[in-house]
Structures are given as structure tokens and as C-alpha cells.
């Protein structure tokens, strides 16, 4: 049985609240779960401390039994120095899509056309 850290949502609509649980991976977002190990409000500011609610030991513990946290899970248990998060990236990410790419070519040849016209 492999077992996951993640996100159990809760609340209403376009009013999300996040109960951070241990579950079968296999069981639902919403499902059945084995213990709350915190929670996660994204509608609080930032800087507020009841944002993100940890049961430290509890965690520990089930990440020594073999859990894994999911990625957003991994954030905060790195955020709150539980776990070591690798740093993700993508420089393919920053680049403009094929496209964006003809468009820009387009604009420099009419910049160039009208520049020429121009002389």
C-alpha cells in the first residue's frame, strides 16, 4: 500500500480550504484518509501563521513509514524545514512559443520594409 502526504480540499465554492492528510494513493482527492496532519488556507495572506498548520512529529513519522508528500505538500514541509525540496528548472519554459516567434519576425521585417520605404 503506498501512501501519500496531500491535499484533501474542503470548503465551499471559490472559497477553498486544504486539509493536509495521509491516504492510499489509490483512494480520492476527498476520500478516505488515515490521519489530518494539517491544514492550508490560500485565503489568508502570506504572511499569516495559521496559512499553513503542521503536525511536525506526525509527519515525521509517516514519512519514516514510507509516505510521500505530493508536490505542493513538499513546498511547505520544505518552507518549514521538514524536508529538503530540489529546486525545479525549466529554462525552455521562458521561451516564446512558435507562434510568438513568427509574429515577432513578421514585425521586424515590416519594421525593416517600412524603414527601407522610408530612405
Do not use: C, H
Not at 495521509?22 to 483512494?27: I, Y
Not at 499553513?52 to 509517516?62: D, F, G, M, S, T
Amino acid at each position: 500500500m503506498s501512501l501519500k502526504i496531500r491535499l484533501a480540499r474542503g470548503g465551499s465554492k471559490k472559497r477553498p480550504y486544504y486539509t493536509i492528510v495521509v491516504a492510499d494513493a489509490r483512494s480520492p482527492r476527498d476520500g478516505r484518509f488515515l490521519e489530518k496532519l494539517g491544514s492550508w488556507n490560500p485565503m489568508l495572506a502570506k504572511d499569516d501563521a495559521k496559512r499553513v498548520e503542521l503536525n511536525a512529529e506526525r509527519i515525521q513519522e509517516w514519512i519514516a513509514k514510507g509516505a510521500q508528500p505530493t508536490d505542493r505538500v513538499l513546498r511547505f514541509l520544505s518552507e518549514a524545514g521538514l524536508a529538503q525540496r530540489d529546486a525545479k528548472n525549466n529554462p525552455e519554459k521562458a521561451k516564446p512559443g512558435k507562434k510568438a516567434e513568427e509574429r515577432a519576425k513578421e514585425r521586424a521585417q515590416k519594421a525593416a520594409d517600412a524603414a527601407a520605404a522610408a530612405e
